[in-house]
């Protein structure tokens, strides 16, 4: 069975409008050159493992030099000192807002989304770049208002999930342009459908994204069909492509078939994922000079999508995507 690291060496996915070239992630990530600043980022929120992550990454395997995590806030004051001490962080804050001129960069990173946004306001006014650990918000009207306000600020801002923004994804999305033909799709993945962190957006997120990225962001309708914590979703493509996604509810790993040339072919990628990884190295690139990843429409196209799904999986039904279009 796949695990989440051995996923992205052997099946993929990401985010279709994404501004990613396939050179853009080549160069090296473990050399800082001279005229390159140290970069401080505080991180909000401690609750899950990520924050842990980051900590062991920046400060305990210097992945990236010159960049370190100085600063966290914690759900509780026991998730921030569990993630100073297992992420070798230095200093916690009672209050965000005590991070302010202290940091280059910021790291938002709870596990209900609908706590991403509002947090990270203060620090987009103030122009910081931001990175909002997936998924992006929990509602989509509300992360183009903050997305509108980055772009007025001049913030750079951007939030994926590990699995759709990956080498082994964007490598999928080049095996299946190459293909002639392609009419179903079918993708398998965890879900839990009752999360108390969001229902299908937890982990539906690592589904939906490597999707869109792989083919297209013009999903139209969806329909979730389930039997208690059972189900699997429809996906309607305005380009006449079908597909299915399964909720995995114990096993674990995501895999994606296509029917093409009148058989079902198991897509795997053909690259080996580097390390450090390229979600982490076009971060940390957006935190040094600005430039972002992904384009602000993908993120919330994403976002419109899980959205369409929760409802589904309310009520049984088809539900028309309901897409935000920024207007800039």
Known sequence: MSTRRSFLKTAGKALVITSVSPKFYLKSANKMSANQKPIRIGIIGAENSHTIGFGKMFNIDKKFPGVEVKYVWGETDEAAKNAMEKGGIPFQVKDPAE??????ALIVDHRHPKYHLEPAIPFVKAGIPTFID???????PEGKAFLELAHKSGAPVTSYSSIGYSEATFNLREQVRNMEDVRQVLTTGPVVLDSEYGNVFFYGVHMVQPLMAIFGEDIEQVRVSRSGSLGNASLKFSSGLFATMIFKEKARGWETYVEASNKWIELKPQVQESNPAINYVDMVEMFRTGKEPRTHQSILNS???LEALEKSAENDKWVDVKYEV???
Not at 134 to 140: D, M, Q, T, W
């Open 99 to 104: 991070m302010m001129g202290k940091i280059d």
């Open 134 to 140: 997936k998924p992006f918000c929990y509602r989509a």
């Open 303 to 305: 976002v419109s999508v």
């Open 326 to 328: 920024l207007n800039y």
